[in-house]
Nanobody
Framework: VQLQAYGGGLVQAGGSLTLSCSVSGRTVSHNPTAWFRQAPGKEREFVAAIKWADGSTSYEDFAKGRFTISRDRAKSMVYLRMNNLRPEDTAVYFC????????????????????WGQGTQVTVSS
């Protein structure tokens, strides 16, 4: 499985960005594709995930109400629409996918993901 994330950039606080992740290779429909982020000096943290089969989603608390994850199965794309961005959202954003079956309660944990995109920088200025 290969993933490629893009769409980051510099935006003012309150602005919006949409990140895209292209997914190629074998994907498992009952598995999620997730977005994580990592700010300088901080651990990688879960943002959101979506299951290919039914589009069910999960969000970290900071993302609820501001971020929306979606997928286009025909194009093998996963998107992260980010609204009302804050300076604390500044980070490198990664998309990721697991190899084996991943239960929902583990979607938030980066150690269960085997494939990672290269990351795309999001910078939010105040």
């Amino acid at each position: 499985v290969q993933l490629q994330a893009y769409g980051g950039g510099l935006v003012q606080a309150g602005g919006s960005l949409t990140l895209s992740c292209s997914v190629s290779g074998r994907t498992v429909s009952h598995n999620p594709t997730a977005w994580f982020r990592q700010a300088p000096g901080k651990e990688r943290e879960f943002v959101a995930a979506i299951k290919w089969a039914d589009g069910s989603t999960s969000y970290e608390d900071f993302a609820k109400g501001r971020f929306t994850i979606s997928r286009d199965r025909a194009k093998s794309m996963v998107y992260l629409r980010m609204n009302n961005l804050r300076p604390e959202d500044t980070a490198v954003y990664f998309c990721a996918a697991p190899e084996g079956r991943l239960i929902r309660s583990s979607w938030y944990a980066p150690q269960y993901y085997d494939y990672w995109g290269q990351g795309t920088q999001v910078t939010v200025s105040s």
